[in-house]
């Protein structure tokens, strides 16, 4: 059973940081992409980050320079770190991954979500 557990959530005051973490289990996903989204109250899920197989990444523009996404292959494992935090970030951040090579594309797995609240 393919299983998708993020970790790292929590409160922190604006201008903090976080690193939240993703590990992977029931299959490896070395070869996919692998990425973060959020979700806000009453607002859409939207993409945050997303990396290929080969360390490729994709950035929304509001996260672009203070947040960075990672991977470790062997540990099965995705890492969003994330700097400078915003009130405007506080979200359930999901972890998810897709077989294939689109960074933008619909993803085939996700987590359940950890919760990020930012305070001003």
């Known amino acids: 059973q393919v299983q998708l557990v993020e970790s790292g959530g929590g409160l922190v005051q604006a201008g903090g940081s976080l690193r939240l973490s993703c590990a992977a289990s029931?299959?490896?996903?070395?070869?996919?992409?692998m990425g973060w989204f959020r979700q806000a109250p009453g607002k859409d899920r939207e993409r945050v980050a997303a990396?290929?197989?080969?360390?490729?990444?994709y950035y929304r523009d509001s996260v672009k320079g203070r947040f960075t996404i990672s991977r470790d292959k062997d540990k099965n494992t995705v890492y969003l770190q994330m700097n400078s935090l915003k009130p405007e970030d506080t979200a359930v951040y999901l972890c998810a991954a897709a077989d294939g090579w689109n960074l933008y594309g619909a993803m085939d797995y996700w987590g359940r979500g950890t919760l990020v609240t930012v305070s001003s």
């Open positions: 029931g299959r490896s996903f070395s070869s996919s992409i």
């Open positions: 990396i290929g197989a080969s360390s490729n990444t």
